[in-house]
């Protein structure tokens, strides 16, 4: 049986456009994995292992509600409340893994699908600086289900940045993982885009090879991720874009949608 957890390197692109321009452009590799497929991976693989130390590594409580419990329940509640019932059909989570026991995930990605192998659904998982996770759930309409296509809107519900508001809408637009991975998501306010993300990546064979690899091409990749979103907020600041007051939570860590839209504040 053809494994369908993988590796992908590649990067991710944040442009803001407003009101002072600013761009970075960072390195990273993300796991792709199949959740039925994690416990065979640890067994297999020696530098990945499942709730438990090692140089990479994927824990539970990293996700969903971080009560460690397994994930694949989780998801199919919320799938539950939006109206999908993917049956017996794999969910797979794109996710940066612990690098030797550190990791911090800004967004994560599971692309649900029904038995067939139709893309039934999204869940973006977004965790901010502040330690607050919040789950959009988007089906996918069936007209894009067979291609893999996503395209998708949902209104933003978490404060992630300092330097932006809670007037803001998400678009989202890319595929299915194949050869390669690709996901843009705009951030819309009532001007138009603010803010574009990008990640593209491609596909390698989840062995350790390819994981000692990643590890010696990016050292301490995780670690750099949050040094790295500190640093960028310093240059923001030095920029002269101004601060955001924080808001309270939103009342339920999820979001859900019973049908894919676009964002609302699209001119």
């Known amino acids: 049986m053809t494994q369908a957890s993988a590796l992908y390197c590649g990067g991710v692109m944040h442009q803001r456009l407003r009101p002072k321009a600013h761009r970075l ?11 039925a497929e994690i416990d065979g991976l640890d067994r297999r693989l020696r530098l990945f292992s499942h709730n438990r130390f090692n140089l990479m590594s994927f824990h539970d409580r990293d996700h969903g509600d971080g009560s460690g419990a397994a994930l694949r329940p989780q998801i199919e509640v919320f799938l539950g409340r939006a109206g ?21 995930n800004p967004i994560s990605l599971y692309y649900c ?3 067939d ?3 039934a659904a999204m869940v973006y998982e977004v965790t901010s600086t502040f330690g607050v996770r919040h789950a959009y759930v988007i089906p996918v309409p069936p007209h894009d289900q067979a291609a893999g296509l996503i395209r998708q809107g949902a209104a933003k519900a978490l404060y992630v940045s300092p330097f932006m508001g809670m007037e803001m809408d998400y678009a989202f637009r890319g595929h299915a993982p194949s ?14 885009v603010l803010i574009t993300a990008a990640m593209s990546a491609e596909r390698r064979t989840l062995d350790d090879k390819a994981l000692s690899a990643g590890a010696l091409a990016l050292p301490l990749m995780t670690l750099k991720v949050v040094l790295a979103i500190h ?37």
């Open 25 to 35: 452009n960072y390195r990273v590799f993300w796991l792709l994995l199949d959740l």
């Open 84 to 104: 999908i019932d993917i049956g017996d059909g794999p969910v797979r989570l794109l996710t940066m893994p612990r690098v030797l026991g550190y990791v911090f």
């Open 113 to 115: 699908h029904h038995a």
């Open 117 to 119: 192998g139709r893309l």
């Open 179 to 192: 050869d390669y991975l690709d996901m843009t998501i705009d951030g819309r306010d009532r001007e138009g």
């Open 231 to 267: 640093w960028e907020a310093l240059k923001l600041w030095i920029k002269g874009v101004d601060l955001t007051r924080q808001p309270p939570p939103a009342a339920e860590p999820v979001t859900i949608q019973r049908r894919a839209r676009e964002s609302r504040l699209t001119p």
